[in-house]
């Protein structure tokens, strides 16, 4: 139930898992308290019933603790979604076009296929149109679905984290053939996809080679810190403020040390659960626009703000690069 392929799905998780917690906790309340009032009050015990008047300090509780938990659930599923929202950097856009009974995907070097195909770790806006009635795009493993109307356009950002093969359906009853309108999303490697952008390749799968993800390499950490500061892109660090909370030496400052990077592994904190990972460009990206999905062991969250929506993917990269070590 709760295997998502993207940050996003993880959010949306969580905000449900919270939403059905609340909705528990009251539940029990409610029925407990019910069953108190009705032994206490039966007609045995109570023949005469008692006239209560009212009880100002009990009816402002009942009205304001409720409030604010009804916003604050309100708030946990609003924060992420308009952040999708409003992104406008991002890697590419395709054209969804939906017709009964199927879904057709127009790339932008104008390949079309009926088999949605992405690299992974990649933001990707959707375009989306109808050519006769209304449908609605619906990735279960993305935990997003957004409505594909025949008089305007429509559409969905989607930042795919995990690869594999996902379904896509139509969620909107659209005629005979509605429950068939299936198609899947295929999430690849960059170097996967860019092959089979340009032709170079058959259509890939989730059991296509994958080359390796690139890693930083265990090194001393004196090696590793020259290589930072000789790096020619290392003035990206103080362009976009990474120094101002991070040092390159190895002393503690806001946030960990670059120079900390160098063992290749690192310990995070991902919903609750530490766990050691690599040093990856996968781990890299998310920690540089999703910085409070994994936190280093040891530091706080909500610290340190997104690179997401002000540094160009091309800055990015060098930045991904030039933590990996490499010149």
């Known amino acids: 139930m709760f295997e998502g392929a993207s940050y996003y799905a993880d959010k949306v998780d969580t905000t449900m898992l919270i939403i059905v917690g609340i909705s528990v906790f009251f539940l029990i309340g409610i029925v407990v308290a019910m069953i108190y009032f009705v032994v206490r009050y039966n007609h045995k015990r109570n023949p005469v019933a008692t006239q209560i008047k009212g009880n100002n300090l009990l009816e402002a509780i009942w009205i304001i603790i409720p409030l604010f938990i009804v916003i604050g659930m309100f708030w946990l599923g609003w924060k992420d979604f308009s ?3 409003k992104i406008t950097d991002y890697a590419m856009k395709i054209e969804v076009t939906g017709r009964m009974w199927k879904w057709d995907f127009k790339y932008p070097n ?6 949605l195909y992405v690299p992974v770790g990649k933001t990707i806006k959707l375009e989306m149109r109808s050519v006769d009635v209304n449908h609605a795009f619906f990735i279960p493993a993305l935990r997003m679905k957004e409505d594909v109307i025949a ?11 995990k690869l594999g093969e996902y379904d896509i359906a139509c969620a909107e009853y659209c005629g005979l053939n509605h429950a068939y309108m299936y198609t899947k999303l295929i999430v690849v490697p960059e170097d996967v996809f860019d092959a089979w952008l340009s032709g170079d390749s058959t259509a890939p799968s989730a059991t296509t080679p994958t080359p390796t993800i690139a890693r930083l390499e265990p090194k001393n950490e004196n090696e590793y810190i020259k290589l930072i500061r000789n790096n020619k892109n290392f003035d990206l660090l103080v362009k976009y403020a990474c120094v101002s909370c991070h040092t390159v030496d190895g002393s503690k400052n806001i ?27 996968k781990y890299l990206r998310t920690a540089l626009l999703e910085p409070d999905y994994e936190i280093v062991e040891g530091y706080s969250p909500y610290t340190m703000p997104t690179l997401r929506g002000r ?11 030039l933590l990996l070590g490499k010149n």
């Open 255 to 281: 946030g960990p040390s670059f120079a900390k990077l160098a063992s290749g592994k690192t310990d995070v904190m991902r919903d609750g659960k530490k766990m050691t990972i690599d040093i990856d460009a």
């Open 110 to 115: 104008g390949k079309t296929s009926d088999t």
């Open 311 to 321: 540094v160009s993917e091309n800055d990015l990269q060098a930045i991904i690069d």
């Open 151 to 161: 008089s305007r356009n429509t559409y969905m950002i989607i930042e795919p984290q």
């Open 83 to 85: 952040r999708l929202r």
